[in-house]
């Protein structure tokens, strides 16, 4: 089955504790994102991937980073978090860009 | 600066009735643009983009560059249809993504 994976799927932090969130996706997909979901904001892109080794910085970078070493795998890392990170995040692969994406399920996370 | 706007946070309507869910984006080049959709308890998922102009589950959306819109109809809508939309402009050659804060839509019955 097709599908894009996130785990975990929920978690509550505390303030400067380095976090990683995964994702995964079996689709052989070469571009890969990270979106934060916020109440009257939609989504806002965090980071991309267009292949393994290449990301570049979307609309929100700012305390997030990533890495692409293989191609199924894109984790989402918080180095220090902080409660204004506190969001739903959601990690997105497609074959490339403008076609179809498939989204993960969601990391609801919560940082005090 | 690259912008969606989508005005309306909440629109209800009656089955049966025309929809249309508003979108605006501000770019400077030729923007890709697509609309999303989250159902209740799924993940999100793309509806239609305007480069195919396709019809997807009786959605329309066309383009317009004149008033930089690209507005979501639908003739009749269904009460399944109830779910969140999300407008979105691709930039960077489609890598970027721009969404709009969304509308949620409820269809009475």
């Known amino acids: 089955e097709a599908q894009v994976t996130q785990n975990p799927r929920y978690l509550i932090t505390v303030t400067g504790k380095k976090l990683t969130v995964t994702c995964s996706q079996n689709m052989n997909h070469e571009y890969m994102s990270w979106y934060r979901q916020d109440p009257g904001l939609g989504l806002r892109q965090i980071y991309y991937s267009m292949n393994v080794e290449v990301t570049d910085k979307g609309d929100v970078p700012?305390?997030?980073?990533?890495?692409?070493?293989?191609k199924r795998n894109f984790p989402l890392i918080l180095e220090s978090p902080s409660p204004n990170q506190t969001s739903?995040?959601?990690?997105?692969?497609?074959?490339?860009?403008?076609?179809?994406?498939?989204?993960?399920p969601g990391t609801r996370l919560t940082v005090l | 600066a690259?912008?969606?706007t989508q005005p309306e946070k909440l629109l209800s309507v009656f089955k049966g009735a025309p929809v249309e869910l508003k979108c605006n984006y501000s770019y400077s080049g030729s923007p890709e643009l697509f609309w999303y959709v989250q159902?209740?308890?799924q993940r999100l998922q793309l509806l239609l983009r305007h480069i195919s102009r396709e019809s997807i589950k009786g959605f329309t959306a066309d383009l317009n560059k004149g008033e930089t819109s690209f507005h979501l109809k639908k003739p009749f809508a269904q009460e399944e249809d109830s779910a969140m939309y999300y407008c979105a402009l691709s930039e960077g050659g489609g890598f970027k993504t721009i969404f709009g804060a969304g509308t949620r839509l409820f269809v009475k019955a």
Do not use: D, N
């Not at chain 1, 497609?94 to 994406?101: E, H, I, K, V």
């Open chain 2, 39 to 41: 159902y209740s308890r």
């Open chain 1, 62 to 70: 700012e305390g997030y980073k990533v890495s692409r070493k293989e």
């Open chain 2, 2 to 4: 690259q912008r969606v």
């Open chain 1, 88 to 104: 739903l995040y959601f990690c997105a692969s497609s074959l490339g860009p403008g076609t179809s994406p498939f989204f993960g």
